[in-house]
């Protein structure tokens, strides 16, 4: 599973993937049940307009 790590630059703010190993215990069609070292302040990456890899960097969006 990738999530977001922020990193302060003199620039502003970046965002790069990281990997974090989980375990899928239930999934269904919208949603799934994971065990692991996640934590509650962990961002998930749930969509991406293309392929994403361990240590690249992303732009967040919400909404």
């Known amino acids: 599973m990738l999530t977001l790590i922020e990193k302060k630059t003199v620039t502003g703010v970046e965002f790069m993937t990281e990997r974090i190993p989980v375990k899928v ?17 962990d961002r998930v990456i749930v969509q991406a307009n293309k392929p994403v890899g361990k240590g690249e960097k992303v732009r967040l969006e919400t909404g």
Request: charged share 35%; net charge neutral.
């Open 25 to 41: 215990e239930l999934r269904n069609s919208e949603r799934m049940a994971v065990t692991g070292s996640l934590t509650r302040d």
